[in-house]
C-alpha cells in the first residue's frame, strides 16, 4: 500500500511570494491534515480537510489556505510568504473516523528567502 | 505555556539500555495520546496510541498515561541503534478537535 506522497520535496521562494504544496493521501483515506513543523516549535495545525470540505482550521493567518479534491488529495496555499514562513509542511491523512491514526508523508520542505 | 510539553533532550544511551521517554499536558480534555518516531528528514511514524489511562504495549514499546498527574510515557525496552530518532508525543481530545495537539520532540540517539 502506498503512503501519503508529498509534492515537492523542496521549495524555494522569496518572500512576497505564493507557494503551492501538494498532498495525496494513503488511497481509502477521505481526511488530509496539514502541520507546520518549525524548527523548535513542533508540529503545529494548519488545516483539516474532509469529504471536500475545510473542517477546521489552526491558529494561522488566512494567507494559509488549501482545499482538497474529489480524489481526496489536497494542495496547501501560503501567500505573501515571510520569512518565518520557512518550515517544514507534513501532510497527514485517516480514515473517515480514525483520526487517531493519521498517518504522514515526508513533507515539503520550504525555504523562504 | 504549551499544552503539551516534552524534554527535548538530547538523551544518549547505550544499546540495550531502557528509554523513557515523557510528555506531560495542561489540557484535562485529552483523551487519546500517540507516539510518533520521526527519523531525520522524514516524516512522523504513528508508533502506537492510546485511549484514557492505563498501558499498552507493542513488542518492545510500552506506552503509559497517568491522567491524573497529566503525564504519559513511552519506554522502550532493549534499545537498539535503529531506534535513534526523535520522538513525538500528540494527542486530542475525544470530542471536538480532530487535529492532534505534538510536542516539541525528544531526540535519541543509541549508541551501539
Known amino acids: 500500500e502506498a503512503g501519503v506522497t508529498q509534492s515537492p520535496t523542496h521549495l524555494i521562494k522569496t518572500r512576497g511570494q505564493q507557494a503551492t504544496l501538494r498532498c495525496s493521501p494513503i488511497?481509502?483515506?477521505?481526511?488530509v491534515y496539514w502541520y507546520q513543523q518549525a524548527l523548535g516549535l513542533g508540529l503545529q495545525f494548519l488545516l483539516w480537510?474532509?469529504?471536500?470540505?475545510?473542517?477546521n482550521r489552526g491558529n494561522f493567518p488566512p494567507r494559509f489556505s488549501g482545499r482538497q479534491f474529489p480524489n481526496y488529495s489536497s494542495e496547501l496555499n501560503v501567500n505573501a510568504l515571510e520569512l518565518e514562513d520557512s518550515a517544514l509542511y507534513l501532510c497527514?491523512?485517516?480514515?473517515?473516523?480514525?483520526?487517531?491514526?493519521?498517518?504522514f508523508g515526508p513533507g515539503t520542505r520550504l525555504t523562504v528567502l | 505555556q504549551k499544552e503539551v510539553e516534552q524534554d527535548p533532550g538530547p538523551l544518549s544511551v547505550p544499546e540495550g539500555a531502557i528509554v523513557s521517554l515523557n510528555c506531560t499536558y495542561s489540557?484535562?480534555?485529552?483523551?487519546?495520546f500517540m507516539w510518533y518516531r520521526q527519523y531525520s528528514r522524514k516524516g512522523p511514524e504513528l508508533l502506537m496510541y492510546?485511549?484514557?489511562?492505563g498501558n499498552k504495549e507493542d513488542g518492545r514499546f510500552t506506552a503509559q498515561v497517568d491522567k491524573s498527574s497529566k503525564y504519559i510515557s513511552l519506554f522502550i525496552r532493549d534499545s537498539q541503534p535503529s531506534d535513534s530518532a526523535t520522538y513525538l508525543c500528540?494527542?486530542?481530545?475525544?470530542?471536538?478537535?480532530?487535529?492532534?495537539?505534538f510536542g516539541t520532540g525528544t531526540r535519541l540517539t543509541v549508541i551501539p
Open positions: 500528540a494527542m486530542r481530545p475525544l470530542t471536538g478537535a480532530n487535529n492532534l495537539f
Open positions: 480537510y474532509d469529504e471536500g470540505e475545510e473542517r
Open positions: 488511497s481509502g483515506h477521505t481526511s
Open positions: 497527514a491523512s485517516s480514515k473517515r473516523g480514525q483520526d487517531n491514526e493519521q498517518f
Open positions: 489540557n484535562s480534555a485529552f483523551q487519546y
Open positions: 492510546t485511549y484514557s489511562s
